[in-house]
């Protein structure tokens, strides 16, 4: 079975070309699947819609969520329609297992006096408030993600066009830059970065203070502090700002569309979920106008 996975996330990463982190999300869970069929003496060829059922019922009283148990299921129906494509299996028993249902969470939002606040927080006097307010600036004004943040370079900033290429792999989109992101981004582009960086190859957009890539986790630490300097109780993550700035357009006129396309979702129903936020009053004033409602 060993052999089977190496070569299924070998798969994933020269054929389909995951990114790092979903390609960590699958080992993680096919190789929790495989502790499982060891566990049990299960031959993994030749396993039965019985089994998985078994599995995911040990996850549920394990106390996993229901999104854990559905994203586990995913990657071994993945798992088993390789082990068919290459012959190492006649059958899937997956195939007749529906994926538990996920409760919709509703995400947390600010308002928009709270992302003022948390955006005031950083001070333009040394060259980590430089950054740190460019940083904060350009997540909510982009709305993309922490990890398409820190994988930005330079050179996908075009001023000219005010605008940002943010490129995911196979996919790529351009999303426009506000004046006050526009204005952050060009005082630490110009006054901070240069100092911050030691090595001028490096082309990363934002950097720590060593001048190396700013990581995942530094940009948590960062939106943390200034959430706690800003005394806002609700728990900020550079999501919960994402989550904002779809929010936020959506109140002010824009099309759920519109934001799809700047979000990067690739099915609109991923993006639905900020309509429930939509300003009551567009309601009352539909209700109020048209002749049938």
Same mark, same amino acid.
């Given at each position: 079975m060993d052999k089977q996975?190496?070569?299924?996330?070998?798969?994933?990463?020269?054929?389909k070309k995951l990114s790092d982190n979903t390609l960590q999300s699958y080992r993680r869970d096919i190789m929790q699947f495989r502790d499982y069929v060891m566990k049990n003496n299960i031959n993994f060829a030749k396993a039965k819609e019985e089994d998985i059922k078994n599995y995911l019922k040990e996850l549920q009283e394990e106390g996993k969520k229901t999104s854990t148990a559905s994203r586990s299921l995913a990657s071994i129906r993945s798992f088993y329609q390789f082990l068919l494509?290459?012959?190492?299996?006649?059958?899937?028993?997956?195939?007749?297992?529906?994926?538990?249902?996920?409760?919709?969470?509703?995400?947390c939002v600010l308002t928009s006096d709270e992302v003022e606040l948390l955006l005031d927080q950083p001070k333009d006097v040394d060259l980590k408030g430089t950054r740190d307010k460019a940083m904060l600036e350009f997540a909510y004004a982009t709305g993309m993600k922490v990890t398409e943040i820190i994988d930005?370079? $330079?050179? !996908? %900033?075009?001023? +000219?066009e005010?605008?940002?290429?943010?490129s995911n792999g196979k996919k790529s989109r351009t999303i426009p830059l506000g004046?006050?992101?526009?204005?952050?981004?060009k005082e630490y582009i110009d006054k901070a970065r240069p100092i911050l960086?030691?090595?001028?190859?490096?082309k990363a957009l934002f950097v720590n203070v060593n001048g190396s890539r700013l990581t995942r986790q530094g940009f948590w630490k960062i939106v943390k502090y200034y959430k706690e300097q800003a005394h806002i109780e609700k728990d900020i993550t550079p999501h919960?700002?994402?989550?904002?700035?779809?929010?936020?357009?959506?109140?002010?006129?824009?099309?759920?569309?519109?934001?799809?396309?700047?979000?990067?979702?690739?099915?609109?129903?991923?993006?639905?979920?900020?309509?429930?936020?939509?300003?009551?009053? $567009?309601? !009352? %004033?539909?209700? +109020?106008?048209h002749p049938r409602a």
């Open positions: 996975i190496k070569l299924f996330l070998e798969f994933l990463q020269n054929d494509r290459t012959k190492k299996a006649k059958n899937d028993p997956t195939v007749s297992i529906q994926s538990p249902k996920i409760e919709k969470r509703v995400p930005l370079n $330079i050179d !996908d %900033i075009n001023f +000219n005010d605008t940002v290429t943010c004046a006050l992101a526009e204005k952050a981004l960086i030691k090595d001028e190859s490096n919960v700002l994402r989550h904002s700035f779809a929010t936020h357009l959506l109140q002010n006129g824009a099309d759920l569309k519109s934001i799809q396309a700047m979000l990067g979702h690739s099915d609109i129903s991923s993006t639905q979920v900020y309509a429930q936020f939509q300003d009551p009053g $567009i309601k !009352d %004033i539909y209700k +109020n106008a």
